[in-house]
């Protein structure tokens, strides 16, 4: 017996390839395949030789009655009028409650025109997550239903999107067992969470299906599950997060949607920068897209030539729902052999007097000719360009086009003018440059130079190498995403330790030899009424605490406030950490995360650096923040919720003073 090597293993993984369970799935000849493998497939394949594709056709229809029929599927679930939007959600956004386009740290109030107007280039929003927890949870004992709770006007922000016609998921995550218990179970929590907010749907972080208590507790609310969800649970899941599935070249089908029409799924590949293959899969499909340009704080914004195909995409989509959720759909049929030799593909939706050709192109140069075998029996429409059809067609490069025809003296549909119209009107773009963003540190004013306690740790005028050590989560570091056009990144790729070695000056300035104590904040309080803007969690952490200990509950302003009176301000992470190794630097107990003046935003995502550790440590799962105490080298990366949510009872703070040269 032989054993592999795990050296060898390790050195032959490509995180740029698709990983065994991520590849599109053989078909066998008859539809017969193991359900094991059948019910849980990603995509069907299509054969390499379009000679197959009439006989590969009647094997999917031949797979779907023999797996319906097995599993005896009645599909009720999706004729409920509650909850038939979701077949027609086509484009969904995960989006960070605290998105700085969602809401305004300085007002700190939400704007959701404002987010609508931002992203306005991605044609618009069926619906969307609004992601609240990860990465922030674990910082301290809330769980993950608190993220919401404690939001003011949360209801009121889901009445906003729902009266601009978008529907709202929140975020289940079933990885949360290691913080503050309630001792009712998650299924019970989430659906009071459901009413309490008036939100629609639940996304299954990490899960592909919610167990029996999870969906009893919430029948009548829509269920989106991550990757594949298997055809057993297509009966009452009635979306899926299409994560990470390759396709065949000649694009084959998403096996769930082949499996029951009505099945919405979003495609995705959260760390590309070029998303043309989630969205012609979903184009040939006539299926969604999961639009998430911000992944967990990390800018992975889309290019102008993917958004420019992703909104050719939703205008047809939209009017033509009827005709892809209705129509007779028949895979890969109705190209030219010229056209398939150029890379061109072509599926046909017939639904009455109305025929849908979509149409995509693998080549990176633009395809122009007329794609369809069939010739034209009645009037034809580019619905993607805005034009009739005289002639040729231009199927963009990497891009997508639609084709309609209108049986011979048949009425147009009422939506075709106006989607023409809107069509004609886009200019479109072949711009595939990535839209690059710089988190820029926010710096406040210098402190007064005043005389700060001798007990003060002096750091020096200089430039200096520092080590920086953090862990690899998908949250990034200081620019640029951790991963870029990764396969679904696992460890050991995923939560490692990491080091960064930089350069920076730093000093003169004094850093106090320890955190800001209750009774000193106190004091402050009763020496200056001041009052924070948003009282929500002020001071959680300190009911009955140890007038000596760190003082907690404080955001970022409310330390700069405190600084501020005391003729100081915040160090920076590099202060900080250059103090720590100090003489005279020491910790209050219980330790707690120390805020520093290393506030980042690259107008989408607000974060800041923090520094030390904490005493408490959410235990359980890789996902939460990290915690228990720490070396001065490591810094951890929190992306600031607002209205009181940053105010934890692990975060306390120091101050610092700068310093004239003559007194470093």
């Known amino acids: ?72 599927y009645s599909g009720e679930a999706y004729e409920d009028p509650a909850t038939r939007w979701a077949s027609r959600a086509f484009a969904v956004a995960q989006v960070w409650l605290w998105d700085e386009r969602l809401f305004d740290h300085a007002s700190q109030t939400f704007t959701v025109d404002r987010f609508l107007d931002a992203i306005a280039s991605q044609g618009g929003l069926d619906g969307l997550v609004l992601w609240h927890a990860y990465p922030v949870i674990g910082i301290d004992d809330r769980n993950q239903f608190d993220y919401y709770r404690d939001v003011p006007g949360l209801a009121g922000l889901v009445r906003e999107f729902h009266d601009r016609g978008l529907r709202v998921f929140v975020d289940y995550n ?17 659906a009071d969470l459901m009413r309490e907010t008036g939100a629609d749907g639940v996304f299954l972080d990490t899960l592909k299906e919610g167990d029996a208590a999870l969906t009893r507790a919430l029948a009548g609310y829509v269920l989106e599950g991550e990757s594949r969800v298997a055809n057993p649970r297509i009966e009452d899941h009635l979306l899926s997060w299409a994560q990470w599935f390759a396709d065949s070249e000649a694009p084959g089908v998403q096996r769930a949607h082949w499996y029951e029409r009505r099945h919405m799924m979003h495609s995705i590949r959260r760390w590309n920068r070029d998303h043309s293959g989630e969205l012609q899969t979903a184009w040939m499909n ?96 580019d619905v993607t360009a805005g034009t009739e059809v005289a002639g040729a067609v231009k199927v963009p490069a990497r891009g997508v086009a639609g084709v309609l025809e209108l049986a011979p003296g048949a009425a147009p549909p009422a939506w075709l003018d106006g989607l023409l119209r809107e069509a004609a009107a886009d200019p479109g773009s072949s711009d595939a440059a990535f839209p690059a963003r710089e988190a820029v540190r926010v710096r406040p004013p210098r402190s007064a130079i005043t005389s700060p306690p001798n007990t003060a740790v002096r750091v020096e005028a200089g430039r200096r190498d520092v080590t920086v050590a953090y862990r690899r989560r998908e949250t990034g570091f200081y620019q640029g995403a951790p991963y870029v056009e990764e396969w679904k990144p696992l460890p050991p790729r995923l939560h490692d330790p990491r080091e960064e070695r930089l350069e920076i000056a730093a000093g003169p300035v004094a850093v106090a030899a320890t955190e800001v104590t209750v009774r000193q904040y106190r004091q402050f309080l009763d020496r200056t009424g001041y009052a924070p803007q948003v009282p929500n969690r002020f001071l959680c952490g300190t009911e009955g605490a140890d007038p000596m200990a760190p ?71 890789d996902w939460y923040a990290d915690g228990g105490p720490r ?34």
């Open 631 to 664: 070396d001065p080298e490591f810094s951890l990366k929190l992306l600031l919720p607002g209205l009181g949510l940053e105010r934890s009872s692990s975060i306390g703070f120091r101050i610092a003073w700068d310093l004239p040269e003559a007194t470093a």
């Open 286 to 381: 006539g299926t969604g897209v999961l639009v998430w340009d911000a992944v967990f704080g990390v800018w992975v914004g889309w290019n102008r030539r993917d958004e420019a195909t992703l909104r050719r995409m939703l205008r047809v989509q939209r009017a033509a729902a009827d005709v892809l959720l209705d129509g007779e759909w028949a895979p890969l049929e109705g190209a030219t052999p010229e056209a398939v030799a150029a890379g061109v593909y072509a599926s046909r939706w017939t639904r009455g007097d109305l025929t849908l050709w979509t149409i995509i192109n693998r080549r990176d140069l633009d395809w122009v000719g007329d794609p369809l075998a069939a010739p034209a029996a009645g009037r034809r429409f």
């Open 1 to 72: 017996m032989t054993h592999a090597d795990p050296a060898a293993a390790a050195d032959a993984f490509d995180p740029l390839a698709p990983r065994p369970i991520d590849r599109p799935t053989v078909l066998p000849p008859g539809g017969k395949i193991d359900p094991e493998a059948g019910d849980v497939a990603k995509i069907f394949a299509a054969p390499d030789d379009p000679a197959d594709w009439p006989a590969w056709r009647e094997d999917l229809a031949a797979w779907r009655d023999e797996a319906r029929a097995r599993l005896a």
């Open 174 to 190: 079933p990885w949360d067992t290691g913080t503050r218990r309630t001792g009712r179970e998650d299924a019970a929590e989430l």
């Open 551 to 621: 003082v907690t509950g404080v955001s970022l302003d409310d330390a700069r406030a405190y600084a501020a009176w005391a003729g100081a301000r915040l160090p920076d992470e590099f202060e900080w950490q250059l103090a720590a190794g100090l003489p005279g630097f020491t910790r209050r107990r219980p330790a707690v995360w120390n805020w520093t003046e290393s506030e980042h935003s690259d107008g989408v995502t607000r974060f800041t650096m923090l520094k030390g550790g904490s005493a408490h440590r959410s235990e359980g799962s």
